[in-house]
């Protein structure tokens, strides 16, 4: 749960999976007012914003419901639950596509059958003819198209991971990268980015390497280089993606390694001129 008002207060609500909470999703909180509240239905199979992180992009107070305690309910009992933790419900707010009940039996139309207030039916989101979806934006980030997967977004693509060891390679026959374990996240195609790290709540430029280290171990990676002086701080690192740069591709030495990655240095520095996370 997360939010400045209280969630028994709120005479609003909007309910959905929401990962991603992209800007089809900001379309249903718009309509919310100021005593609203989101309902999440946590699947548990998040991998654009997993978990809590889902409430870092809006300012309502959110409530998780766990899909697989709430499945087997009717359409009334699904009704009587939301009035149980919203006794001053006026309003639900859902997108076109929303279903709900035992095996999805019901459909957004179908709130108006069971729900006495106002219930409010977002229409689809497109963006230069593309429709807004998180199943759409995953494919794009596998694909490696940040821009795309920004502009869906509304926001710079980001993920946490936790600082570990590296090879110790880096500091000593490259550059010094940030080495991190990124869990529940959907990772980008294997290449070098233009992104910023974030390190307790400072944001950094820097150039982003995912993918198997052809070179050394042959393991796979998910490494920063900070472009500007930092601060140590959390192992707790994000990376937020600004552009990609090129795909991964191996090289015969860590010579030519290092002339790609001070090009790809010099890449980064010029794209983020221009993009801020």
Known sequence: MSGSISLKSAEAIAIGAFDGMHRAHQELFKRLGDKGAIVVIDKEDALLT???LRCKYTHYPCLF???QQIRH???AGFIALLKKHFPHLKKIVVGYDFAFGKNRKYKAQD???YFDGEVEIVDEVKIDGVSVHSRIIKEYIKKGEIAQVNRLLGRCYEIVGKRVAGQGIGSKE???TMNLKVERFLLPQE???ATYTRIAQKKYRSVTFI???YVTDGSFAVETYILEEFTEGSDEIGIMFAAFIRKNK???SLHELKKQIEDDIKKAQEILKDIQC
């Open 50 to 52: 997993p978990g809590e």
């Open 65 to 67: 419901l766990k899909l």
């Open 73 to 75: 309910l009717d359409a």
């Open 111 to 113: 709130l108006h059958n």
């Open 174 to 176: 490259l550059v010094p």
């Open 191 to 193: 290449g070098v980015y």
């Open 211 to 213: 993918g198997h280290r």
């Open 250 to 252: 191996k090289f015969d």
